[in-house]
């Protein structure tokens, strides 16, 4: 029992970054009193990313800042299901957020919307190419919504973030300069695209020349002055090339600090409450409806808040996590393969070309903004015949700008010695006339891929880890190497002095230690039945129907693309049913299982 009961309200919020700053704006519209819960520290721009103390990249990109304190809570990792995992200690593959932001603070500002088919990947596919081009070991299904579902939602985020960018399909009509393959949009993007760099400039001839279908990549940097349908004004980007792991000092990049936070913080019936750890959803006798949550507060006391609705807002591991903790659900078991919290863990599968050319080209790679790149979809999800390929998925190729900061983001020559004299020549020589091609990759799910509670580590408060099995699978090697193989066209036809091909071979593992992306998915995924998902298309869980989960998640699969446009995306789609369907009766599942 806990030591302290506070008043019930309406809503509770765990988490309080993207989704959490939505569903907090959204609900209090209603009247409603909403309470945010958030585990971390409370940061906002002018305090927490103060010009010019913000720019240390010892502190933010080294150090990190921003991120979780990993002594504290982490998570523990293993290839396969015979191992013990280990904790992993120090942020390498992925940066866990914390405080108030939570991963919306520190990205870079990539928004995009998914490819149509990858809502509805399983049923594509077996249309497509058999029921049989499915791996028996392959758990993949739908997300239950399609694109046209999504689509104003989509549309309603990237005015929120003020996206720059050029539409390729508005209405079906194939516009001039955008993404031709992307899905229809309603509306053009809020702002025109970034300004191209150098770099970007070869990349979209060569990408042309090879014949592809390059554009100006979407992106929550922008630019120029904007004001949002929350009355939230950005000012234009500056291309200082802090945006990862950085809070933006230019108010550029979009952010619930930037977007959102400025009018939600000002309203009686909303109320945040920082360094709230939530340790537990409570549920009534029944086990069929929630009545809160019970946390951990600054001084060390547990308190429980009792709530009419609860909402998960946290990372995708948190939410996964909670729900292990709360005992909701039936936990996944990959010998069974029967339950589904915890199922469906996905990462994605990256690779890269360095293009080394001749010297007097200058790059000025300092000159970056977080999402500035051109990019093209041709071997991207299911745009290009995968039948004699065999394999499920592709990629997003792209040549990105973020920045050129000497500590991270800096690399000598190919063939350089690692220190010394001969280190600095190399790098001297190779910043700038050298940049990289980025492919960033499908992940599908499988039956031995999962999260589940540690048996053996514990966090700062005694409760279980969560423990996260992946590695990656056949399915994966071979599309990147597919992608890699004709990406090396685009590299060849920029008549480079030399170029590098860094492509993940069969047999290798996960390597924890380096950096590849934050998007990890699955653990508390969406569906059309609760034998195969958490949630329902609405992201209202199907055994307490009082509980909503937003974020990655959600997602029963991971796509090339970034996340944050479908995790906005969905998070509105979601509010929208609990406001105009949910509120009017309380308690009761939108979709009948």
Same mark, same amino acid.
Request: net charge neutral; proline share 7%; with cysteine.
């Given at each position: ?31 409603? @009193? ?25 502190? =933010? ?19 396969? $299901? ?12 992925? $940066? ?22 990858? $809502?509805?990947?399983?049923? #594509?596919?077996?249309? #497509? ?6 791996? @028996? ?18 549309? *309603? ?15 079906? @009509? ?30 979209? !001839? ?35 090339? *802090? ?41 009534? !006798? ?75 080209? =200058? ?60 280190? !600095? ?5 190779? =910043? ?24 053996? =580590? ?30 090396? @066209? ?46 329902? #298309? ?8 009082? $509980? *909503? ?45």
């Amino acid at each position: 029992m806990a030591s302290i009961k506070k008043e019930k309200v309406d809503v509770v919020l765990v988490g309080f970054g993207w989704t959490g700053a939505i569903m907090g704006q959204e609900l209090t519209n209603d009247g409603l @009193k909403v309470l945010a819960l958030e585990r971390g520290p409370m940061q906002d721009t002018p305090n927490d990313a103060e010009y010019p103390k913000v720019l240390d990249e010892l502190a =933010y990109s080294v150090r990190g800042k921003l991120f979780q304190d990993l002594s504290k809570e982490t998570v523990t990792i293993r290839h396969s $299901l015979g191992e013990t995992a280990v904790p992993y200690r120090q942020h390498g593959s992925f $940066l866990l957020g914390n405080g108030v932001g939570g991963a919306g603070f520190h990205w870079n500002g990539m928004h995009y919307r998914n490819l149509p088919e990858e $809502l509805v990947l399983r049923t #594509r596919t077996e249309e #497509r190419y058999g029921k049989d081009f499915i791996p @028996k070991d392959m758990t993949l299904q739908d997300h239950g919504v399609t694109y046209e579902d999504l689509e104003p939602h989509y549309d *309603f985020f990237e005015k929120v973030c003020g996206t720059s960018g050029k539409a390729g399909n508005i209405n079906g @009509k194939i516009q001039e300069s955008g993404n031709p393959l992307e899905g229809p949009r309603t509306d053009e993007f809020p702002l025109p695209p970034l300004q191209q760099t150098y770099a970007q400039s070869l990349f979209e !001839k060569a990408a042309r020349d090879v014949g592809y279908h390059p554009f100006a990549a979407p992106a929550s940097n922008a630019s120029g002055p904007y004001t949002n349908p929350y009355g939230v004004r950005l000012g234009p980007c500056n291309f200082c090339g *802090f945006c990862e792991n950085y809070g933006c000092f230019m108010y550029s990049k979009a952010s619930p600090q930037t977007t959102i936070l400025p009018v939600l913080l000002k309203k009686p019936n909303f109320e945040l409450r920082t360094n709230a750890y939530v340790t537990k959803v409570n549920v009534d !006798k029944s086990g069929k409806m929630a009545t809160g949550v019970t946390y951990v507060d600054a001084q060390g006391r547990e308190v429980e808040q009792p709530a009419d609705l609860v909402i998960l807002c946290a990372f995708q591991t948190h939410n996964t996590r909670l729900m292990l903790l709360s005992g909701i659900g039936t936990p996944y078991d990959p010998a069974t393969g029967e339950g589904v919290v915890g199922k469906n863990l996905a990462y994605q599968m990256n690779g890269g070309i360095r293009i080394i050319m001749p010297k007097g080209n =200058y790059f000025n790679p300092f000159e970056g903004a977080g999402a500035s790149a051109w990019a093209f979809d041709d071997l991207n999800a299911d745009q290009f015949d995968h039948a004699p390929l065999g394999f499920i998925g592709g990629a997003v190729v792209r040549q990105a700008t973020t920045g050129g900061r000497p500590i991270k983001q800096a690399s000598p020559m190919p063939g350089s010695p690692t220190w010394g004299s001969g280190w !600095k020549a190399g790098m001297a020589d190779a =910043y700038q006339r050298s940049f990289n091609i980025g492919m960033s990759g499908s992940v599908m799910p499988y039956r031995d891929a999962y999260m589940s509670l540690d048996p053996t =580590y514990k966090d700062s408060h005694g409760l279980p880890l969560l423990r996260m099995t992946f590695d990656w699978h056949d399915n994966e090697y071979k599309m990147l190497d597919y992608v890699g193989s004709q990406v090396e @066209k685009v590299a060849k036809a920029m008549n480079p002095e030399k170029y590098v091909v860094n492509v993940r071979k069969p047999g290798s593992h996960w390597d924890t230690r380096v950096y590849q992306s934050t998007h990890l998915t699955g653990g508390t995924i969406m569906g059309t039945s609760p034998q195969d998902s958490v949630l329902n #298309r609405y992201l209202q869980s199907w055994d307490v129907p009082n $509980l *909503f989960v937003m974020g990655a998640s959600t997602f029963p699969y991971n796509m090339g693309y970034n996340p944050t446009g479908l995790v906005g995306a969905l998070a509105y789609w979601s509010v929208k049913a609990i406001r105009e369907q949910y509120m009017k009766n309380q308690g009761r599942p939108l979709v009948q299982a």
